[in-house]
């Protein structure tokens, strides 16, 4: 039988099946020896001696490290308008890691009571590139986030005080709590207890806050970043040169969609700001 995992404290497993039943679960040992189950994770299981016990991890198609978490839908890259001040630089960065690995990005921009209409500069040029914005200010979030969560395992991502916590929690009141037990539950010996959890929102579950925000790209080359950028790809193998980053070469399609307003320069300047770390291998930000 097939079910999901949702939660794991040490080698407890809570499982789900496709009709919503939960189930306490262990693992098979040989699977916690080798590449052990995580949250997300899609799994067979038997009754084994009356127990749930799974027996085989399905392959995943992609799997974060930090928090440990398999077969991540999308990312709800989170900003402020004001108070932090709305970054694109930071935005654009957070979106191209979430695109390397394989999850797509959304962009949710909180705090739109504290923000003037120049906000909207912003909104407009990433929704003509393509891109989800859900809004959100003091009172409302956006409807269509409801349907967007809906199935799917996202992660929130974003510095800290954009408004991670106050959205999670108008979306479900019962998070927060949740999650301030858990981290209280786990007070003590929380360096010996392995404790992850997906939490049920909106009809679908939401992960830990990823790594994302050291925004790192050591482990990236130019053409990993190249290729993480979603308003290119129209342009793929458009470019004279196949190898082409859209720099200086000649016959560039990109540069030259980028000159007649059909790709966002605001991408495009964050796009070579973080190529050129990358050729300079000063990395890390
Ligand atoms: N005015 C306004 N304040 C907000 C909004 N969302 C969050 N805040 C405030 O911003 C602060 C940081 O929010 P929090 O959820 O803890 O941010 P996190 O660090 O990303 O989890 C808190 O004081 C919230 O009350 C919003 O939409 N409008
Ligand atoms: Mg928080
Ligand atoms: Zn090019």
Do not use: W
Not at 85 to 99: N, T
Not at 146 to 166: A, M, P
Not at 198 to 221: I, K, Y
């Amino acid at each position: 039988m097939k079910a999901k995992i949702v939660k794991i404290i040490s080698n407890q497993y809570t499982i789900v099946d496709k009709d919503n039943n939960r189930y306490e679960a262990v693992a098979m040992g040989k699977l916690r020896l080798g590449d052990s189950p995580v949250v997300g994770d899609n799994v067979i299981f038997e009754f084994r001696d009356s127990k749930a016990t799974i027996e085989k991890i399905l392959p995943r198609k992609n799997h974060l490290i930090r928090p440990l978490i398999a077969n991540v839908d999308q990312a709800l890259i989170v900003m402020s308008a004001k108070n932090p001040e709305f970054s694109s630089a930071l935005v654009d960065r957070l979106i191209f890691l979430v695109v390397n690995v394989n999850i797509e990005p959304l962009i949710c921009i909180t705090k739109m009571d504290l923000s003037d209409d120049s906000i909207y500069d912003y909104i407009n040029d990433y929704r003509k590139s393509g891109y989800t914005v859900i809004l959100v200010d003091k009172d409302n979030v956006d409807h269509e986030l409801d349907e967007i969560l809906k199935d799917k395992i996202t992660v929130l991502t974003g510095q800290s005080g954009v408004g991670k916590s106050t959205l999670l929690n108008k979306l479900n009141p019962e998070f927060n709590l949740k999650t301030q037990e858990i981290s209280k539950a786990l007070g003590r010996g929380k360096h010996t207890t392995r404790h992850s959890e997906l939490h049920e929102v909106c009809g679908g579950l939401v992960g830990d806050t990823p790594g994302f925000s050291s925004l790192d790209f050591s482990h990236m080359d130019v053409y990993d970043l190249r290729n993480s950028v979603l308003d290119f790809r129209k342009y793929i193998n458009a470019c004279r040169f196949n190898d082409c980053l859209h720099q200086n070469e000649p016959g560039c399609k990109v540069k030259e969609a980028v000159d007649n307003g059909e790709v966002s320069s605001i991408r495009y300047n964050n796009y070579l700001d973080v190529l050129k770390s990358i050729q300079e291998r000063r990395v890390k930000y």
